[in-house]
T-cell receptor, first 113, second 115 residues
Framework: DTAVSQTPKYLVTQMGNDKSIKCEQN?????MYWYKQDSKKFLKIMFS???????INETVPNRFSPKSPDKAHLNLHINSLELGDSAVYFC????????????FGPGTRLTVT | AQSVAQPEDQVNVAEGNPLTVKCTYS??????LFWYVQYPNRGLQFLLK??????LVKGSYGFEAEFNKSQTSFHLKKPSALVSDSALYFC?????????????FGAGTRLAVHP
């Protein structure tokens, strides 16, 4: 009964390739997020969706394209992968509103060679 | 600009001793503050939050945090540390982005509890 799940857990690919990461939550939350955690463990929001609508885009390169087919799913597609894209990507979900905590998935470790 | 600072990269404490992990914040308006813990190769887990009310907030695994408005701090505490508390701890503050809520995280503090 995993709350927020991500696939794959590990992703190793070469520069220039295109890859996708999938996220699903079974908590009934309306809002989902993508975060990037770099090698120094710094965590930064990339995107947020509320009820399938993009509400936050934190000046992420347009090689990154999120898609939310329904409010339980938020996928991240990355085109033309670069070395600097290597990181751990976390999906999270919450109810909308400032007082609600976010629930995080286990992360996807992306390594670009 | 809204921000969070965790001044210590690492905190070392002996098992059984009290621990404190520091966090200070800068926000406009009322602060909504959160603590999360990350164990190795895992996602972040929510520990506790301050929204309003009592300045001492209790959370999971025996952790608590003290909100201090005058010092703009929200330090995480535990009376008696366990080796299993060793992990990376993140403080976060709610910020607005285009009218929508997001979390800004501190850089994280690694807690090492020694037997």
């Amino acid at each position: 009964d995993t709350a927020v799940s991500q696939t794959p857990k590990y992703l190793v690919t070469q520069m220039g390739n295109d890859k996708s990461i999938k996220c699903e939550q079974n908590l009934g939350h309306d809002t989902m997020y993508w975060y990037k955690q770099d090698s120094k463990k710094f965590l930064k929001i990339m995107f947020s969706y509320n009820n399938k609508e993009l509400i936050i885009n934190e000046t992420v390169p347009n090689r990154f394209s999120p898609k939310s087919p329904d409010k339980a799913h938020l996928n991240l597609h990355i085109n033309s992968l670069e070395l600097g894209d290597s990181a751990v990507y976390f999906c999270a979900s919450s109810q909308p509103g400032p007082s609600y905590e976010q629930y995080f998935g286990p992360g996807t470790r992306l390594t670009v060679t | 600009a809204q921000s969070v600072a965790q001044p210590e990269d690492q905190v070392n404490v002996a098992e059984g001793n009290p621990l404190t992990v520091k966090c200070t914040y800068s926000v406009s308006g009322n602060p909504y503050l959160f603590w999360y813990v990350q164990y190795p190769n895992r996602g972040l887990q929510f520990l506790l939050k301050y929204i309003t009310g009592d300045n001492l907030v209790k959370g999971s695994y025996g952790f608590e945090a003290e909100f201090n408005k005058s010092q703009t701090s929200f330090h995480l505490k535990k009376p008696s540390a366990l080796v299993s508390d060793s992990a990376l701890y993140f403080c976060a503050v709610r910020a607005l982005s285009g009218g929508y809520n997001k979390l800004i995280f501190g850089a994280g503090t690694r807690l090492a509890v020694h037997p």
